[in-house]
Every structure is written in structure tokens, then in C-alpha cells.
């Protein structure tokens, strides 16, 4: 499988036409199931669909005091400072290496303190050292044989002390990378506490990694937790006719049990959306919610997404100095062809009457919602001939490529690009489908606003293959899925006895936060 996804596109290439249409016998006439039934097949040689694509520009990433061009969807943080640091709430850090019975303790504190300290000197566009002190109370705390939730009340302790010292954020150096452990921490910080984490596993010899890279992916997420902006796209025509002077963009997904869960288990909803106006930071909402209908088949569209909306026009509004967006983009992910109506029906009309309510006599904001789908198998291969600049060295198209005529839909307005660098194997686009439109951008602007974007997700410094508003849904139902695990994945059930059942009664996590992070970054 590992093999498989790793294929380069002209090995996949020439798989499909020399070893495909054999191994389904589309090429042999003179036997095979076709002609049990009495069907012909008029086949040609073999060749791909050749389609008409385009190569979209990158955008110019603004940070602090430079602004650059990456064609090549991916950059490093040397030399640059945020764009918008979060000094303020970086009066003290601490950090916390926890340490399981029988390993050494971390070897490197020191040495990890002072790469820190050297991190938010390059990166967050201040001369000032920031002070990292130590938990000295709780700092190389055993990870003793207890349970999860007695780690959670131990962890509780050691960061109630910490927000008496004003920390916001403390880094945890974690001996391995068990689920139990790394849930413990969560459960004390997003629900517990309200105090802001970022892990880091050492390796066995008790070594936690110091090096740029490293170091400079910690200050990402420090940096985005805490409120700041790591770089943003400079404001240009286009963005000022798509997007306009107010506007707001929303992500959705849905999440849903697996075979180990407990019976008559919930899925799991995420709604995140912009509320700054560099459209860089996606608080979000979770509920809980049916899994399934009396037929036994899965509940894909958002039961409650106008209270969700709700809850996020209601937090734009208060940072927003009480102004509502004028328009709204909803991304939703995870729905097939067969689902886009049920959009329309059921969450569009959520969201037209969760505007009716907050904009009350004001005029109610314009309207676009599409889809994302990863989940399908049209792939591009360059032709062999072409030694253009659009092809990297793996013969991928490098990001930008859109392909908007002959394979796509003629019901509705939809369009294929690949927005990310592909690292290894055959890169795979993202379909991007328009479901409702009252804001009447045309496709040039659309896709080149949804291109754009993809160089906006803070926690990589590349351009990833889908817009963030997606992205960060998906990862605050992953988060909502660790909180959600003595129900996701309960302990294994003894052979003979009937799988638990779910019951809202049950002592389980509801899908709240604690207030101090619920309207953060806190999940990524």
C-alpha cells in the first residue's frame, strides 16, 4: 500500500494504459465477460484524455518587513519574522518534561530552553529574551501506572499553578508518543484549565530535537495559539472584488464513529470560521450528533449548524467592534455528489436563518457555498514532452494548476486544482464544487481567491491541497475525537458480552471547551 501511494506519476502513467485496460479485459475482443453477454467493445489505443489546463500565479506571503513569491508552494522561515507576533502574551513560557518509570529524564533541558529563547528572538519580531522558567513543582514528573483521567487531574494541578505565575502557554517534552498520555494533556488543558500546550516528543535516548526546523514549527503553532498572524497574502483587485471589505469564511465536517466504538455512538460535527480580517485564525464550534437514521445509514449533513453559526457570527461581531461580515463563504468538506442537494435543504437554510437572526433589520450578507472533495481518482500527468517550468522533478505539476473544461460537470460550476508541492508519489487535486452563489464572483476570481488561500494554513510553511477553512475543521474533529475517545474507543469488550451502548446520561465528554481557549486556535 506505502508502495502503492508512492508511485511516481509516470509510473502510475504508464501502469493505467499498459497493465490496466488488459487486467479488466477491455482490449480483448475475443473472449472474457463482455462477450458472454454480447457486448462489443470498440477499443482504441489506449491513450489518456488530453485536457486543457492552466498554470495559476502564487500569491505574494507578507511577514513582517519582507513579502515573497513561492512558486513552488513551499518556503523556510530564515531570515523572516511573523507578520503579527503575540508579544504581549509571551511574558513567560514554561515547559514541562514528563518522564515515564524506568527512562532517563531529558538530557537536553538547557539546550532546548536556549533554542526556545532564540526561536522567539528570530521569529517574533522583538529584540526582548523571553524568559522560559521551569515548573519546578511538577518538572520531571513520573508517569506513574494511573489512569488517564488520574494523569488529567495530576496535569490539572501542575497547570492551575502555572496560570498563578500568568503563563498562557507551556511546552511539553513528552518520553514517547502514547495516545493515553497525550489525551491526559488535552483533557487538562482544553477542558480542565484553559491553558494553551504544545508537545514534543524526545527521542529513546532522552534527547528532544533543538534544530531550525524544528524550533521554527514550534514557534508556528506558539504563535497561532496565542493569537498572532505567522504571514498573510497581500491585498490586491482580486481579493478586493471576491472577498470585499468584510467578509467571513467558514469550514464544516463531520466525523463519525469507527467499529470499535460503543454502540448507538454519535458523530461528531466542526465548524470553523474567520474572525480577523486577515483571515488567518479559525475559531470553531463542535456538537455531537446522531450517527446514523433508522435505515442504519450515516448523517453526513450538520443538525445543529445554525446554533453553530450562531456562535461564530456572534464572536466575528465582538472583534469585529459589533460589525457583521457582509459575506460569507462556506466551505463544506466531506460530502459526495449524491449530498449536494441535502446541503442546499438542510444546512443552507440553517445558515439563512441563523443570518436572519443575528442581522435582524440590517441587510443580510451575500452568500457562496461549495464543497471540497479529495476523495476521487482523477489524476493529471504531464505530457512527455513537456520540459516546461510548470513540472517539478517528479513530473507532478507544480502548484496552480486548474483544470476547469471537458471532465467536469455540466450541472454545475465546478473545477480541478492542485494547490500544494506534492512531496512524494502522484499529486492528487482537489475538486472544488459551487453549490450556491449570490455574490456573483466569477471563476477567474473564485479560483484564483481559493488557489491563494491554500498559502494561509499557519501550521506548515507550505501551500497545502485544500482550503484551510477544510483543514482546520478536519483538525478540530480530530481534537473533538481524542476528547471523545472513552466512546470512540472504549476498552476491548470480553469475548461473549455485548458491545457497551452509548447513553447521553453516561459520564462521556459533551463536545464543550473550557472558555479560555473555546475561541482559539487551541486544536491545531
Not at 513560557?93 to 526556545?116: E, H, M, W
Not at 502557554?169 to 489525551?183: A, E, G, K, R, S
Amino acid at each position: 500500500m506505502v508502495n502503492f501511494a508512492c508511485r511516481r506519476p509516470t509510473v502510475n502513467h504508464d501502469l493505467i494504459l499498459n497493465d490496466g485496460l488488459p487486467y479488466l479485459e477491455f482490449d480483448n475482443q475475443n473472449g472474457g465477460p463482455s462477450k458472454k453477454f454480447g457486448i462489443a467493445l470498440a477499443c482504441r489505443k489506449p491513450e489518456m484524455t488530453l485536457v486543457n489546463a492552466r498554470l495559476l500565479p502564487p500569491p505574494d506571503v507578507c511577514f513582517a518587513s519582507k513579502t515573497e513569491k513561492f512558486a513552488e508552494g513551499k518556503w523556510n522561515l530564515r531570515g523572516k519574522r511573523f507578520a503579527r507576533s503575540t508579544k504581549k502574551d509571551l511574558l513567560s513560557l514554561s515547559y514541562l518534561a514528563l518522564r515515564r518509570n524506568g527512562t532517563p529524564p531529558c538530557r537536553n533541558t538547557d539546550q532546548f530552553v536556549k533554542s526556545i529563547n532564540d526561536g522567539l528572538k528570530n521569529y517574533f519580531n522583538s529584540s526582548e529574551v523571553v524568559k522560559v522558567i521551569k515548573n519546578f513543582a511538577h518538572d520531571q514528573a513520573l508517569l506513574e501506572a494511573c489512569s488517564s483521567d488520574e494523569l488529567a487531574k495530576r496535569l490539572e494541578e501542575a497547570f492551575k499553578w502555572l496560570q498563578h505565575q500568568r503563563i498562557k502557554l507551556v511546552l511539553i517534552i513528552l518520553p514517547d508518543n502514547q495516545v493515553n498520555t497525550y489525551y491526559s494533556i488535552k483533557k487538562a488543558a482544553d477542558r480542565l484549565t484553559g491553558i494553551h500546550t504544545v508537545c514534543i516528543v524526545r527521542d529513546a535516548k532522552g534527547l528532544v530535537k533543538t534544530d531550525p526546523g524544528t524550533v521554527g514549527n514550534l514557534m508556528l503553532k506558539i504563535n497561532q495559539k496565542l493569537g498572532g498572524v505567522n504571514w498573510g497574502l497581500r491585498a490586491d483587485q482580486v481579493y478586493a472584488d471576491v472577498i470585499g471589505k468584510n467578509a467571513i469564511f467558514v469550514g464544516a465536517d463531520v466525523t463519525h464513529p469507527g467499529r470499535a466504538a460503543m454502540l448507538s455512538a454519535p458523530s461528531i460535527a466542526s465548524v470553523v470560521a474567520t474572525c480577523d480580517q486577515d483571515y488567518f485564525h479559525y475559531a470553531g464550534s463542535v456538537r455531537l450528533q446522531a450517527s446514523q437514521d433508522e435505515e442504519k445509514k450515516a448523517l453526513e449533513m450538520i443538525e445543529d449548524f445554525h446554533g453553530m453559526m450562531v456562535e461564530r457570527l456572534k464572536l466575528y461581531q465582538h472583534k469585529n467592534q459589533g460589525r457583521l461580515p457582509d459575506r460569507i463563504f462556506y466551505i463544506r468538506d466531506g460530502v459526495s455528489d449524491g449530498q449536494f442537494q441535502q446541503v442546499l435543504d438542510q444546512e443552507l437554510s440553517q445558515l439563512k436563518r441563523a443570518c436572519k437572526q443575528m442581522y435582524k433589520d440590517q441587510p443580510l450578507p451575500k452568500l457562496l457555498v461549495l464543497t471540497t472533495q479529495k476523495r476521487h481518482h482523477t489524476r493529471f500527468f504531464a505530457d512527455q514532452g513537456d520540459k516546461s517550468d510548470s513540472i517539478d522533478n517528479n513530473r507532478n505539476f507544480r502548484p496552480g494548476l486548474v483544470v476547469d473544461t471537458q471532465i467536469v460537470s455540466k450541472q454545475h460550476f465546478d473545477w480541478y486544482n492542485t494547490s500544494h508541492a506534492c512531496i512524494q508519489g502522484t499529486s492528487r487535486p482537489c475538486k472544488y464544487v459551487v453549490l450556491y452563489d449570490t455574490i456573483g464572483v466569477s471563476a477567474d476570481q473564485i479560483q484564483m481567491m481559493m488557489y491563494h488561500m491554500a498559502y494561509t494554513f499557519g501550521r506548515a510553511t507550505r501551500s497545502i491541497s485544500i482550503h484551510p477553512a477544510a483543514r482546520y475543521a478536519d483538525l478540530l474533529a480530530e481534537r473533538a475525537r481524542l476528547h471523545f475517545r472513552s466512546v470512540y474507543n472504549p476498552p476491548p469488550t470480553p469475548q461473549g458480552q455485548k458491545k457497551p451502548t452509548y447513553s447521553v446520561l453516561g459520564r462521556h465528554w459533551t463536545g464543550s471547551f473550557h472558555d479560555d481557549v473555546k475561541d482559539t486556535m487551541f486544536y491545531i
